[in-house]
């Protein structure tokens, strides 16, 4: 006797020869229901339009005939949307892609019906026919148009449960955000209203959401709406604005939130995780910042590129900002390993300090810099690595020569010697018409940037830019610190202003300035207008729970009571990028630090060091005895800007021997 054995099959039931993919399996009943509604709306379409041609007439009709059509008509649409990819599952129901291929396929099933009711012998008038194909499209669509609305008003979430939002903008920013919060029941905002200044969008809807007024309607809006916040949902919005609309919420007793810059969304969209209360930031430094993302990209993907100073708050936003343009390798250098640690965990997600990409080095050491520019070759480099607290530098002179000045200067004999094409040393708006030590020594490191490009074959700029919000030891993170101790806020001079950008625009604007075609320049970066610090210390003292008390402690040592951008020789010139002033640097030729001693007295010390901030031009090149005349390749130069190449030259450490840093 035989014993027929059942057929094996896997875990989704299907025979186990079966070539059929299981998600194919789950998804079928769904899409043969849609091709299956739809030829239903055909064959309803088909006879509206029979009637309409008699009349209304129903005696009129061929019932089989028009059956017989809409059999054949249903054929026919199925195999033109499953062409166009309507029942293949390729976009979400009821999207504007998919009603885009519904149109198409209606398009050709209507002519194809066309013939074929020629062919078996006119079984329903011609012009029901094309009726029909209309008719068809504007019945399929509405199914989907019916099924879109009831799937989104099942993840609406409740206006009860969630916090009533007015939201500020109607433009793409808000279109974003609104749909991110309604289409999750657990959003916990729920828009009720819009605002915005724009008279052609005062009837907009979006999402069922009205625009209900303009900026300064929001007292009133938020009353009638019971609205518990205000959400400013302007990507581009500056900090005027933002000032601007925080004091009209102020005294409404609502929370006043807002979604990031644009520079911090990097061309993403807007979701509810980005909603976030108002910071000093958006206060003071918020600005769209343009970028030329094709030039970028040209110089730093599929590039190597180091960053020094990779653990502070400049260093460590350039690497976040340059591992979007897809470098060939991103080799971060800092002496500080916790800095590193942390860099690496917001760019990974993990913090092995297992890469070989993660270098611990001084830049004061040059035989560890050698090795490191041996190792990993890089192409271009972002010189972050500085001593930037002008008290402390006023205190320790030779600290500010030893890393700023000699730690600069070999970094840039290194990058000429392991032929870096591109290097972009960070500045400081201290060293426009410098006063400090931490201006003179920045100054300096300008000037060696200068002389450094004279004897490149690719490009050496300096960038300049003021006070970077939310750095460690920048003013609002001191003051937000006197805050939270419970005061007092210290402020040197009621008068006392300085310029202030986010760190996520200044190194945006950095990358942007590394891909300027510039001639040993500084490119200084426009702030926007100064920033009375007084004012800064009385809004975080009225946002605080409790009195906060601000005093006065007087200017100190090497302090400017207004910052400036650009010295007075240095004119306001932007051939490349409206947001990019280029200003010539004189050039100081490295050699001339060999008499520098950071072991001669304070003053002495201070005063020399003046002298080659503010010194004329001292080049190499132009010392040397003429050589022949080169043109640098790579660099777009105009017409008769060929340049003198120096005789090679070794300048290795800068300051006397036996007495190295």
């Not at 769904?30 to 299956?36: D, H, L, P, S």
């Not at 900002?321 to 993990?350: C, I, K, N, W, Y």
């Amino acid at each position: 006797m035989q014993v027929r054995r059942p057929t094996p099959t896997d875990v989704t039931g299907a025979p186990a020869g079966s070539r059929t993919p299981p998600w194919l399996l789950a998804a079928l009943p769904v899409r043969a229901a849609r091709a299956a509604a739809d030829a239903m709306a055909l064959a309803v379409a088909l006879l509206i339009a029979t009637l309409l041609r008699h009349d209304g007439d129903l005696a009129a009709v061929d019932a089989t005939g028009l059956l017989v059509l809409a059999s054949l008509a249903a054929i026919v649409h199925t195999v033109a949307g499953l062409q166009f990819g309507l029942y293949t599952g390729r976009w979400s129901y009821g999207c504007f892609e998919e009603i885009a291929a519904l149109a198409k396929t209606a398009a050709l099933t209507t002519p194809v019906v066309f013939i074929l009711d020629t062919l078996v012998g006119r079984l329903v008038p011609r012009s029901a026919i094309i009726a029909a194909g209309l008719i068809a499209l504007v019945l399929a669509a509405g199914v989907r148009y019916a099924a879109r609305l009831l799937h989104d008003h099942r993840l609406r979430p409740s206006p009860e449960h969630g916090t009533r939002v007015v939201v500020m903008g109607a433009g793409e920013g808000s279109a974003q955000v609104i749909r991110a919060m309604l289409r999750s029941p657990f959003s916990p905002y729920v828009p009720v209203a819009l605002l915005d200044d724009d008279p052609a969008k005062r009837t907009l809807r979006l999402m069922g959401v009205p625009v209900a007024g303009n900026r300064h309607a929001m007292a009133e809006v938020v009353r009638r709406f019971r609205a518990d916040a205000v959400l400013i949902a302007i990507p581009s919005a500056s900090a005027e604005l933002v000032r601007e609309l925080t004091e009209l919420a102020q005294p409404l007793n609502v929370d006043l939130k807002v979604v990031p810059p644009v520079v911090e969304l990097f061309g993403r969209t807007v979701s509810v995780e980005d909603i976030r209360p108002v910071s000093h930031a958006d206060l003071l430094g918020r600005r769209e910042i343009g970028i030329d993302l094709a030039a970028v990209a040209g110089y730093l993907e599929g590039r190597r590129v180091l960053v020094t100073g990779a653990g502070g708050s400049i260093g460590s936003e350039l690497c976040r900002q340059v591992a979007r343009f897809h470098p060939a390798r991103l080799v971060m250098l800092d002496r500080d390993e916790s800095g590193l640690h942390a860099v690496q965990l917001s760019l990974d997600g993990r913090a092995m300090l297992d890469d070989r990409n993660l270098v611990v080095a001084d830049i004061r050491d040059q035989q560890r810099l050698d090795e490191v520019f041996a190792e990993h070759r890089p192409q271009v480099v972002f010189h972050a690595a500085a001593l930037k607290h002008l008290p402390l530098l006023e205190m320790h002179p030779s600290e500010a020569l030893k890393t700023n000045i000699i730690g600069t200067y070999q970094i840039l004999q290194t990058a000429l010697r392991h032929g870096v094409d591109r290097l972009v040393n960070i500045s400081t708006d201290k060293a426009a018409e410098p006063t400090s030590v931490l201006g003179y020594s920045k100054r300096i490191t300008e000037r060696l940037t200068a002389a450094a490009d004279e004897s490149a074959p690719g490009t050496y700029c300096s960038v300049r830019f003021g006070n970077v919000l939310g750095s460690r030891g920048s003013v609002l993170t001191a003051f937000t610190a006197q805050v939270e101790s419970g005061g007092p806020i210290t402020v040197t001079d009621p008068e006392v202003s300085r310029f202030f950008m986010t760190v996520q625009e200044a190194v945006r604007l950095v990358i942007q300035a590394g891909a300027l075609d510039s001639t040993g320049e500084v490119l200084v970066l426009d702030m926007g207008e100064p920033v009375r610090i007084a004012d800064v210390a009385r809004r975080l003292a009225d946002a605080a729970d409790r009195h906060i008390q601000i005093v006065y402690t007087g200017l100190r040592p090497g302090e400017k009571l207004q910052e400036i951008l650009l010295g007075p020789d240095e004119p306001d010139h932007r051939p490349n990028h409206p947001l990019i002033s280029q200003a010539p640097v004189p050039p100081l030729d490295g050699a001339v630090l060999s008499l520098l001693d950071p072991t001669v007295p304070r003053t002495d010390l201070i005063a020399v060091l003046r002298w080659l901030a503010e010194s004329p031009a001292l080049s190499a090149a132009r010392e040397a005895s003429p050589p022949a005349v080169v043109s640098r390749p790579g660099r777009n130069r105009a017409a008769g800007r060929n340049r003198t190449a120096p005789p090679p030259r070794q300048p290795e450490f800068t300051v006397r021997p036996g007495r190295q840093p």
